[in-house]
């Protein structure tokens, strides 16, 4: 090959790495604690949707079983998710067979619209959280909404230190960075400390905003392996 051709290819080659590892490294959160706020910052992305678990039946959810745009999984032997009668009034998701979610529980939804519904992937997701009241002020993340794939898997939105011990209610949200999508997402409780009982919760009022699959970076490697396949064709 051709020096000035090899050198182009290498470039290349080294451009895909930098941008692949740089997508990584992006893989960033804006983290919202106030449902507002966060209704706000999603200026300039699709409106947002909303699932208040007020049209389904009440009772348990089963394995891969739908609600809405999600898809519902957990451990059956720890996590019985359902939707129940809402501490505040109408409906909300808990766990069965006590209509609230404990420490340690686990759900992970997984967004699947039906076809002709929103775009395949979320940019962002917020919930409301209600809890019952407690001995003592609940540490920081105890409660989490997190990104269960993507870039992004692993990172989560907790509680603020030091929630009201009498009980009530807070919100939960994140943002994605526009190269940081996800389908995924966990709604799940911790306890930080083995004396530490988790009050019993539930789940509320989802918003969620949808968009289609990010292509930019995908038509860039196939463009450059067209070019590395013509470089490397006999001259």
């Not at 989490?144 to 009201?164: E, H, I, M, P, Y």
């Not at 799940?188 to 509320?204: E, G, H, I, K, N």
């Amino acid at each position: 090959m051709h020096r000035t051709n090899l050198v182009l290819v290498r470039c290349c080659l080294a451009l895909i790495g930098i941008v692949l590892i740089g997508s990584s490294a992006r893989a960033q959160l804006q983290i919202f604690h106030d449902r507002a706020t966060f209704t706000a910052a999603l200026a300039g992305l699709p409106p947002p949707t909303s699932d208040d678990f007020e049209s389904y039946a009440q009772g348990d959810i089963a394995p891969a079983d739908r609600r809405g745009d999600f898809l519902y999984a957990s451990d059956p032997l720890l996590t019985q998710p359902a939707i129940v009668p809402g501490g505040n009034g109408g409906q909300a998701l808990g766990g069965s067979p006590f209509d609230v979610f404990v420490g340690g529980d686990f759900v992970r939804l997984t967004f699947q619209p039906l076809p002709g519904g929103p775009p395949p992937v979320l940019r962002a997701m917020g919930a409301d959280f209600l809890y019952a009241p407690s001995f003592e002020n609940i540490p920081a993340d105890t409660y989490r909404l997190g990104v269960g794939d993507g870039t992004a898997s692993g990172q989560f939105a907790g509680n603020l230190d030091g929630l009201d011990a009498a009980g009530g209610t807070f919100f939960l949200g994140i943002i994605a960075d526009p190269s940081v999508v996800f389908t995924k997402v966990d709604l799940f409780s911790v306890q930080p400390d083995p004396a530490f009982l988790v009050p019993a919760y539930q789940v509320d009022d989802l918003i969620y905003v949808a968009v289609p699959e990010p292509a930019a970076l995908s038509l860039f490697t196939l463009g450059s392996i067209l070019l590395l396949a013509r470089l490397r064709r006999p001259r």
